[in-house]
């Protein structure tokens, strides 16, 4: 029991006309994790341990003006460190003197409550009234322990 094989003297592959598409998928993929490890480098943001809050989200401003209380209980404008004494005069240069702009007034979950209060002491005496506290965005009726942090 034999089998022939038939006498090819052109050893060439035959040519194909389909797209080969795996430098495209290579590319892609490439392309996929880059944009995975840029996004969260792209949202510079002080770490502040928000605590949660299940109140209905409201519109913010175009620029919001946010106030930090870190947890060291530094005093951040923006991404900027600002002492408490120089904090009224920093918030009228950036605000233009504009005491009726909206000041977002973030604190770290381990600020003590004194200290907050402090700060928006601070705020009145130096005429800013209107100032929003800033909370994490949590499930309404589930308590903030069982919410899975971002």
């Known amino acids: 029991m034999g089998a022939a094989l038939a006498d090819n003297d052109d050893d060439d592959l035959p040519e194909s006309h389909d797209i080969n598409v795996t430098p495209f998928i290579d590319v892609i993929l490439v392309l996929l994790i880059i944009f995975m490890v840029a996004a969260p480098l792209s949202t510079v943001d002080l ?88 909370a994490l965005e949590g499930v309404p009726g589930a308590p903030a322990s069982a919410v899975a942090k971002p």
Do not use: C, H, W
């Not at 299940?54 to 530094?74: C, F, G, N, V």
């Not at 605000?95 to 003590?112: C, N, T």
């Open 47 to 134: 770490p502040v341990d928000l605590p949660q809050s299940t109140a209905i989200p409201q519109k913010k401003p175009e620029k919001p003006t946010y106030l930090t209380i870190k947890s060291d209980l530094s005093l951040a404008l923006g991404e900027t460190s600002v002492k408490r004494q120089d904090l009224i005069q920093t918030l009228e240069s950036s605000s233009e003197s504009d005491k009726e702009k909206r000041l977002f007034l973030r604190a770290d979950r381990s600020v003590p409550y004194g200290e907050m209060m402090d700060v928006l002491e601070l705020l009145r005496s130096g005429g800013f009234l209107k100032v929003s506290l800033v």
